[in-house]
């Protein structure tokens, strides 16, 4: 009875420790599987981090692809409006000393502008807007009525406009002379002032057809010259007439051949 009784107690305790052998495996593979699980989460929600991530990322480089696109399109902008604007102040310029228009041309000149032409006298360089506004106020009384300036761009280089220009007679349409200018711009105030003036003319001595008109013109008047002094007449009234020949011929070789000086 007590080998019966030492078997059962024996066979429980086996039991036991089978019953205890098979929850810890099924802990463990609980556990495992949890752990599994909880990786698995852990990695999906990495994997959706990351893409959130990259979403985010994408979305940031295509704001700044944006507004880089936007930022150059509108420097653009204003690079070609500033260009504009430039050639518009140079030409506005011309229109004004076409017009004789003093306080048009005062407008677009700035304080600190320079001038170099070799229309001046020993090519001097004029120095602030006061001098500048006087060559253009001497330059427009030496035009006159009679004589028109036409401009045409030439090339424009961010705020550099250049142009070519020439003098013409309004009635007879003839050259008087031709030249090209260099008009540096800048901005003042929120206001495309020019700062900078270089005017070149081409010497009137090179203009062949004018030397051809006036050699022809001074011949008719030796001409005439020669039909009025008739032996015989009376000796004041020629003097007179030759004194009043020789001064107007005086005066149209000094037109076409004397340089212009200020």
Same mark, same amino acid.
């Given at each position: 009875?007590?080998?019966?009784?030492?078997?059962?107690?024996?066979?429980?305790?086996?039991?036991? =420790?089978? /019953? #205890?052998? +098979? %929850?810890?495996?099924?802990?463990?593979?609980?556990?495992? &599987?949890?752990?599994?699980?909880? $990786?698995?989460?852990?990695?999906?929600?990495?994997?959706?981090?990351?893409?959130?991530?990259?979403?985010?990322?994408?979305?940031?480089?295509?704001?700044?692809?944006?507004?880089?696109?936007?930022?150059?399109?509108?420097?653009?902008?204003?690079?070609?409006?500033?260009?504009?604007?430039?050639?518009?102040? =140079?030409? /506005? #310029?011309? +229109? %004004?000393?076409?017009?004789?228009?003093?306080?048009?041309? &005062?407008?677009?000149?700035?304080? $600190?502008?320079?001038?170099?032409?070799?229309?001046?006298?020993?090519?001097?360089?004029?120095?602030?807007?006061?001098?500048?506004?006087?060559?253009?106020?001497?330059?427009?009384?030496?035009?006159?009525?009679?004589?028109?300036?036409?401009?045409?761009?030439?090339?424009?280089?961010?705020?550099?406009?250049? =142009?070519?220009?020439?003098?013409?007679?309004?009635?007879?349409?003839?050259?008087?002379?031709?030249?090209?200018?260099?008009?540096?711009?800048?901005?003042?105030?929120?206001?495309?002032?020019?700062?900078?003036?270089?005017?070149?003319?081409?010497?009137?001595?090179?203009?062949?057809?004018?030397?051809?008109?006036?050699?022809?013109?001074?011949?008719?008047?030796?001409?005439?010259?020669?039909?009025?002094?008739?032996?015989?007449?009376?000796?004041?009234?020629?003097?007179?007439?030759?004194?009043?020949?020789?001064?107007?011929?005086?005066?149209?070789?000094?037109?076409?051949?004397?340089?212009?000086?200020?």
């Amino acid at each position: 009875m007590n080998q019966l009784h030492s078997n059962r107690s024996t066979l429980k305790q086996y039991t036991r =420790v089978r /019953k #205890l052998e +098979s %929850d810890w495996e099924e802990s463990k593979d609980e556990e495992k &599987s949890d752990q599994a699980e909880s $990786e698995d989460e852990q990695k999906s929600d990495w994997e959706e981090n990351k893409d959130e991530e990259n979403d985010n990322k994408k979305e940031d480089r295509q704001a700044e692809e944006t507004v880089l696109k936007l930022y150059t399109h509108i420097k653009d902008r204003n690079i070609m409006e500033k260009d504009y604007q430039a050639e518009e102040t =140079v030409l /506005k #310029l011309y +229109s %004004d000393i076409k017009d004789r228009n003093i306080d048009g041309i &005062s407008e677009v000149i700035g304080d $600190e502008c320079q001038f170099f032409s070799n229309f001046l006298s020993k090519y001097r360089l004029l120095q602030g807007k006061k001098q500048v506004m006087a060559f253009f106020y001497w330059l427009i009384m030496k035009l006159g009525k009679d004589i028109k300036i036409i401009v045409k761009p030439t090339f424009k280089d961010g705020m550099t406009v250049g =142009v070519q220009w020439q003098l013409e007679c309004d009635k007879s349409h003839i050259q008087l002379g031709k030249g090209f200018s260099f008009h540096i711009c800048h901005m003042y105030q929120g206001k495309l002032l020019i700062k900078n003036v270089e005017m070149f003319m081409e010497p009137i001595f090179h203009i062949e057809h004018l030397r051809l008109r006036t050699m022809a013109f001074a011949v008719s008047m030796a001409e005439k010259i020669f039909t009025f002094l008739r032996p015989g007449e009376n000796t004041r009234r020629q003097a007179i007439i030759l004194l009043l020949l020789a001064l107007l011929l005086l005066a149209a070789a000094a037109f076409y051949f004397t340089r212009l000086s200020f």
